[in-house]
């Protein structure tokens, strides 16, 4: 049994974790896992960089850079690596879907991840446009950006907690 967590509610049952478990695919990729990790960890880098910065911005944290000089190819930037973060994701995930499933943070963080598409989702819908049209940052631009830095480095933090355990022995 899993160590309690205050996440319980949120893991995934086991049975699920069982079901998805297939040793083909676990050996097929077995040789390639640390490279699938290696664009995993980069690529959330890259991602969680510019969405931090992107995100200062709307917070009003000043720069040379103006939130007009922004381009679509720095947007398009952030989602092909979002993209590379995922697809690499997956991979991870169901090379050991019962270990990886079990930790206890990693239910939090898919939590996380969600937030953060729906606060990006509302941002763009209700906010980015009215930026386009030329008006001040409003208080809600501040606010999405605020949640953003919070959700995102929340899903980092989740995501180093999975890596490895509590150390059990602290050496002197």
């Not at 409003?138 to 950006?145: F, H, K, M, N, S």
Request: glycine fraction near 6%.
């Amino acid at each position: 049994m899993a160590d309690p967590s205050l996440f319980d509610a949120l893991r995934i049952p086991p049975d699920i974790l069982i079901a998805l478990d297939n040793r083909t695919f676990h050996f097929a990729i077995q040789p390639y896992h640390y490279i699938i990790r290696i664009a995993h960890i980069l690529s959330m880098g890259a991602f969680f960089g510019g969405i931090i910065f992107l995100d200062l911005r709307l917070m009003g944290v000043k720069s040379r850079v103006g939130i007009d000089d922004l381009s679509e190819q720095f947007m398009l930037w952030i989602y092909i690596f979002f993209a590379i973060t995922v697809i690499t994701g997956i991979p991870l995930f169901l090379f050991d879907p019962v270990h990886v499933g079990s930790h206890a943070y990693f239910a939090p963080k898919l939590v996380l991840l969600v937030l953060g598409l729906a606060n990006a989702a509302l941002f763009n819908k209700l906010i980015a446009p009215r930026l386009a049209a030329g008006e001040s940052t409003p208080w809600q631009a501040r606010l999405a950006g605020t949640l953003s830095v919070l959700i995102w480095t929340g899903v980092v933090i989740c995501s180093s907690m999975n890596v490895e355990g509590v150390p059990k022995v602290f050496l002197r």
